[in-house]
């Protein structure tokens, strides 16, 4: 790269982070500054990339690993590396996942152009000097797995118009692809070491199953039969003679299992690392094949182990900075663990847990970011950490959720409750920007996990699918009558709020309940089941049949699920966000909204982000989402007399 070019670069990096911040103060500082995560070090450990907003966007990092026996944080470099894509109608995207090739020569980077769904797959050179782009006039393509020696790569590639993916090995060295299988959310989880054998994940949300696929002979495998799975994913030993899956087919709760592999049938799965209460998150495999790193979900938070896979004994990993792991690898030589972090009061940060001689060092060392300065220490202090709550649907079912409330708060206060997406997802500890501005504005915030949430087994998970989201809507009432039961909410001031499926749960909650609410915040949320399903992507369609319903079969009862057709009973202010670049959630579910709102003489509040999608991912565009969704929710929740739809 060119030396003035480079130092251009530096300097609009600097003049673009200070005007998104300007003027804000620390506060702003902690709750917007840079976020990272996905550690990936390089197959010789010299080097580490990772994902991060620091320039704004989430864009691919690399810099030098700091050696072992080393305290110090990683060096950023000044820049990211280059995933501008050469088409110049689709706009910068952002980086959603990355991988090192094997020998190391190319990262590749899943894409999300203007933040939107339609992903493309570019490998970039550490260096940046070499680019190249897989599959580009493919619908969307994702990342999958490489091959051991670094020649093919696993991508699913969804062609045009299409509702099912291609599960695809692409060979490098010519360009040529080979089609491994092709149907709902295939994805190449893992290729062998020889080469020789792959497996594939395939099926509809709650339904997938895992397939092993002989290259040589064309023989497939079902790995996991009769057991449709909500979590499934797979890796080969270093060895090739055994199989470890990550799922939680013919179980509640996601497991680690194994599989041995011989020259016949593989053997039947059996459990490697099981707990009778908490799911497996997250699985990492030290590349010399004898430990595994385990990350559990116990009510919510991480908890790191260290197995010996030879021996099957398990010892305990220091706990991480923040309560929730997002990621983890081994370093290549397997003296430490990467892991990425968060939690309400800890911004997403990296970290390293030495274990050399397979001894754990005591603490975990954070790598990324480097110490914050001393004038935020009092903002960073400010933050409030979350209590625990249990609740009881109207049918009896144990439900939970987090209760974050302002450290002078006395008795009842307002109170927003917040419904997270998915509705596989899960509310967890995590660090929340939006939560935090709203508590320092003396507004309570209540995130429940309603019946449909991952984290609480497989029943829970399926005990909204299809008609029983009629019951899984009258848990969002349930938690207001925990909240004004307890004294915890002042019951003439609480809102609704969500993302995604929690926009949609928003939407149903303030037409089924209108007299609760005094104001509700639809952040992408579903109002019609007809046009969501007429309108988003192909294959996000396909697969969320088992989640939702038929669009066909179940065209009845998706209409008496859709708010849109009983919009006339939301009475509480609205505001409505979206992305213009959104194709999950297609930016017609708002517009709908708000016509139809308007068209009844109300005035609900529409803030579109004209670079977003299905997530608000920019720095400047988090923040005006905070400060406008803050805004809104405290004008009406503690404003007691003004109260206008």
């Known amino acids: 790269m060119d030396d003035g070019h480079d130092r251009g670069v530096a300097v609009a990096f600097a003049d673009r982070r200070r005007a998104q911040l300007a003027g804000d103060g620390p506060a702003s500082d902690v709750l917007f500054g840079a976020a990272y995560s996905d550690p990936a070090p390089s197959p010789d450990g010299k080097m580490l990339a990772w994902i991060s907003d620091r320039d704004g966007r989430p864009r691919a990092w690399v810099g030098a690993l700091p050696p072992a026996a080393s305290v110090g944080t990683v060096t950023e470099p000044d820049w990211p590396l280059p995933t501008e894509l050469d088409d110049p109608e689709l706009p910068a995207g952002d980086v959603q996942a990355l991988s090192w090739s094997p020998d ?6 899943q894409l999300s152009p203007g933040g939107g769904e339609r992903t493309r797959v570019l490998l970039v050179s550490p260096d940046g000097a070499r680019r190249r782009e897989i599959a580009p006039d ?51 989880c893992t290729i062998s070491g020889d080469g020789r054998r792959v497996v594939v994940r395939l099926g509809r949300r709650g339904a997938r199953h895992l397939e092993l696929i002989d290259l040589r002979t064309g023989r497939r495998t079902d790995l996991i039969p009769g057991g449709d799975a909500t979590v499934a994913d797979a890796r080969f030993g270093v060895t090739g003679s055994q199989l470890f899956l990550h799922t939680d087919a013919g179980r509640e709760r996601a497991a680690l299992l194994g599989v041995t592999l ?51 004994m398990v010892g305990p990993l220091p706990e991480p900075p923040g309560d929730v792991v997002s990621s983890a690898a081994f370093t290549r030589d397997g003296t430490a663990l ?50 625990l ?50 508590v320092a504005e003396g507004i309570a915030v209540f995130a429940p996990n309603v019946r449909g949430s991952g984290g609480f087994g497989r029943s829970f998970t399926q005990a909204d699918d299809h008609e029983r989201r009629f019951t899984a809507i009258t848990d969002v009432r349930a938690a207001v009558t925990f909240l004004t039961d307890s004294g915890l909410a002042d019951p003439a001031r609480i809102g609704v709020a969500g993302r995604s499926y929690g926009g949609y749960l928003t939407l149903a909650a303030l037409t089924w309940f209108p007299e609760l609410f005094r104001v509700g915040v639809d952040v992408c949320g579903i109002a019609d089941f007809e046009t969501f399903y007429a309108d988003t992507e192909p294959w996000i369609a396909t697969a969320a049949t088992t989640k939702y319903g038929d669009p066909v079969r179940d065209r009845e009862m998706l209409r008496a699920l859709s708010p849109i057709h009983a919009i006339e009973r939301v009475g509480a202010p609205l505001l409505v966000v979206h992305g213009a670049h959104d194709t999950d959630v ?30 608000v991912r920019g720095t400047a565009n988090r923040a005006a989402f905070v400060r406008e969704v803050v805004g809104w929710v405290g004008r009406n929740l503690q404003e007691v007399d003004s109260r206008t739809a």
């Open 138 to 188: 493919a619908a969307a393509v994702t990342l999958g797995a490489w091959s051991p020696g670094g020649r093919r790569l696993g991508v699913t590639i969804y062609p045009q118009g299409r509702g099912d993916g291609l599960a695809c090995l692409v060979d490098l060295r010519d360009g040529t692809s080979t089609v491994l299988a092709d149907g709902p959310a295939a994805k190449v």
């Open 389 to 438: 709550h249990e609740f009881t649907g109207e049918d009896g079912l144990t439900l939970s959720g987090w209760l974050f409330r302002p450290r002078t708060a006395l008795g009842a206060t307002p109170t927003l409750i917040w419904l997270h997406g998915g509705p596989e997802a899960q509310e967890r500890p995590t660090f929340q920007p939006l939560f935090q501005a709203l």
């Open 104 to 109: 190391g020569g190319w990262l590749a980077c």
């Open 586 to 615: 297609p930016l017609g579910e708002a517009e709908q909204v708000v016509a139809a709102l308007r068209e009844r003489g109300a005035s609900p509040g529409f803030l579109l982000f004209d670079d977003e999608g299905h997530q």
């Open 262 to 312: 011989g020259d016949g049938e593989p053997s039947l799965a059996y459990p490697v690392a099981a707990r009778a209460d908490d799911d497996l998150d997250l699985v990492a495999l030290d590349p010399s094949g004898a430990r595994a790193a385990l990350v559990w979900n116990v009510d919510g938070r991480s908890e790191l182990e260290l197995l010996d896979l030879r021996s099957g």
């Open 338 to 387: 990467l892991l990425a972090s968060e939690g309400p009061t800890v911004p997403p940060q990296l970290a390293r847990i030495g274990l050399d001689a397979c001894v754990p060092a005591l603490e975990a060392t954070v790598l990324l970011p480097a110490e914050p300065p001393e004038h935020l220490w009092d903002a960073l202090n400010a933050l409030v950490g979350p209590t």
